[in-house]
T-cell receptor, first 115, second 113 residues
Framework: GAGVSQSPSNKVTEKGKDVELRCDPISGHTALYWYRQSLGQGLEFLIYFQGNSAPDKSGLPSDRFSAERTGGSVSTLTIQRTQQEDSAVYLC?????????????FGPGTRLTVL | GNSVTQMEGPVTLSEEAFLTINCTYTATGYPSLFWYVQYPGEGLQLLLKATKADDKGSNKGFEATYRKETTSFHLEKGSVQVSDSAVYFCALAPNNYGQNFVFGPGTRLSVLP
C-alpha cells in the first residue's frame, strides 16, 4: 500500500509570498501530524489532527501558520507572508489512531527555501 | 506532561565499536516507546519499538529494552558500521487518548572507518 506522500518535494519562494504544503496520509489513518525540521536540528511539533476533534495547534510558531484537514484525510499546511526563518523541511506523519501507542509513519518531507 | 530525554550528541565511534544511546522518559500511564532513525538526506523511519514493560525491540542489529523501573529505553548495538551513521530519535506514544506523541531531540551518530 501507499505510504504518506507530501507535495511538493521542494519549494523555493520569495520572502513575503504565501505557500501551501500538502500531505496525503495513509488511507484509514485518523491521526495526522505536522513537524518542522531545520537544518541539523530535531523535530519541532507544529500541529496534529485526530479524527473530527479540534486540532492541537499548540506548536504553531505564529499566526502566519495554519493547517486544515479536509474530510479527515488530506491536510494542507499554509504559511502566509513567508520569512527566511521559515526555511526548513516540513514533515507530515500519520498514525492509525492517536493516543493508543501507535507508531507514526512519516512522509518524505517538503524542503522549503525562502529567499 | 510527557517528555523524552536523550544523550546529547554528536557521538563519534570507530567501526565495530559498541554503541549505547541513552533515552529516558516521563509519562503518565504505560506508553509505547520507539526509536526512529534518519539517514542523511532521508526521512524518518521506524527502527524498533516496544509496547510494554520488559519488551525488547530489535532490528538491524539494534536493540532496546523497555525498562519501566528506570523509565528508560536505551538503544544498543554490538558492532556499528559506517552505514549506521544517522540521527537517532527516541519517542513515546501515550496510551491515553488526548496526549500527543513526543520525540526526543535526536542524537547524531558518526561512525568512522
Amino acid at each position: 500500500g501507499a505510504g504518506v506522500s507530501q507535495s511538493p518535494s521542494n519549494k523555493v519562494t520569495e520572502k513575503g509570498k504565501d505557500v501551501e504544503l500538502r500531505c496525503d496520509p495513509i488511507s484509514g489513518h485518523t491521526a495526522l501530524y505536522w513537524y518542522r525540521q531545520s537544518l541539523g536540528q530535531g523535530l519541532e511539533f507544529l500541529i496534529y489532527f485526530q479524527g473530527n476533534s479540534a486540532p492541537d495547534k499548540s506548536g504553531l510558531p505564529s499566526d502566519r501558520f495554519s493547517a486544515e484537514r479536509t474530510g479527515g484525510s488530506v491536510s494542507t499546511l499554509t504559511i502566509q507572508r513567508t520569512q527566511q526563518e521559515d526555511s526548513a523541511v516540513y514533515l507530515c506523519a500519520s498514525s492509525p489512531r492517536e493516543g493508543y501507542g501507535n507508531e507514526q509513519f512519516f512522509g518524505p518531507g517538503t524542503r522549503l527555501t525562502v529567499l | 506532561g510527557n517528555s523524552v530525554t536523550q544523550m546529547e550528541g554528536p557521538v563519534t565511534l570507530s567501526e565495530e565499536a559498541f554503541l549505547t544511546i541513552n533515552c529516558t522518559y516521563t509519562a503518565t500511564g504505560y506508553p509505547s516507546l520507539f526509536w526512529y532513525v534518519q539517514y542523511p538526506g532521508e526521512g524518518l523511519q521506524l527502527l524498533l519499538k516496544a509496547t510494554k514493560a520488559d519488551d525488547k525491540g530489535s532490528n538491524k542489529g539494534f536493540e532496546a529494552t523497555y525498562r519501566k523501573e528506570t523509565t528508560s529505553f536505551h538503544l544498543e548495538k554490538g558492532s556499528v558500521q559506517v552505514s549506521d551513521s544517522a540521527v537517532y530519535f527516541c519517542a513515546l506514544a501515550p496510551n491515553n487518548y488526548g496526549q500527543n506523541f513526543v520525540f526526543g531531540p535526536g542524537t547524531r551518530l558518526s561512525v568512522l572507518p
